[in-house]
């Protein structure tokens, strides 16, 4: 069955450390994108990708690192740079194979989420 | 029950009830919106869109309103079950915007049995 999967779906963090969440989709989109999300308030943008190595920067851009080397898989690493990381990552995809009766292909479509918390 | 804005309101309607969940966008220039369903602890779920040419669509138990006039979308669910309990989002995306979407911020449903 075709998807967006992250991983970890929880992970913990020290202060100091990067990690790299991780997001893989088989449905042949050919962008990707990672949002992040405070409880109780909605998606704000990280960073996106149109195309494989090609990414550029949303909103919330500062202290987070993508890379695009694949069309499948678009990581994302938390550096130590960024100052409040605890958060939910959502990462979603978007093209030209859409499914649940999207009439575009602009609509995004997105994986579980990693819940990453700073201990 | 009806709710309005964009600061994350919650709506509480009774089991079998319609609701509506309203929007207000922010670019007129803008020529395609979505719902999304986000459940606790999971990804947004695509519900249902509408392009900026249609004022109405339906799916399954979903209606979208769009009004172009006063730049309002709206989602509509009839007879409302537990399981549609979730935060409910609106997104626009506008022509030539790197498919980069602008979303609101959301709407909780609760609804009571």
């Known amino acids: 069955d075709g998807g967006i999967t992250q991983s970890p779906k929880y992970l913990f963090r020290k202060e100091g450390q990067n990690v790299t969440l991780s997001c893989e989709q088989n449905l042949n989109h050919d962008a990707m994108y990672w949002y992040r999300q405070d409880p109780g308030q909605g998606l704000r943008l990280i960073y996106y990708s149109q195309i494989v190595n090609d990414f550029q920067k949303g909103d919330i851009a500062e202290g987070y690192s993508v890379s695009r080397e694949k069309k499948e898989s678009f990581p994302l690493t938390v550096t130590s740079a960024q100052k409040n990381p605890t958060a939910f990552y959502l990462c979603?995809?978007?093209?030209?194979?859409?499914?649940?009766?999207?009439?575009?292909?602009?609509?995004?479509?997105f994986g579980p989420g990693t819940r990453l918390t700073v201990l | 029950g009806e709710s309005v804005g964009l600061h994350l309101p919650t709506l509480s309607v009774q089991e079998g009830d319609n609701s509506i969940i309203n929007c207000a966008y922010s670019n007129s220039a803008s020529d395609y919106f979505i719902w999304y369903k986000q459940e606790s602890g999971k990804g947004p779920q695509f519900i249902i869109d509408i392009r900026s040419n249609m004022d109405k669509r339906q799916g399954q138990r979903v209606t979208v309103l769009l009004n172009k006039t006063v730049k309002h979308l709206s989602l509509q669910i009839a007879a409302t079950q537990p399981g549609d309990s979730a935060v409910y989002f609106c997104a626009e995306n506008m022509a030539g915007n790197n498919r980069k979407l602008i979303w609101g911020l959301g709407t909780s449903l609760a609804v009571n049995p």
């Open positions: 979603a995809s978007s093209g030209p194979s859409g499914r649940e009766h999207s009439s575009s292909t602009d609509t995004q479509y």
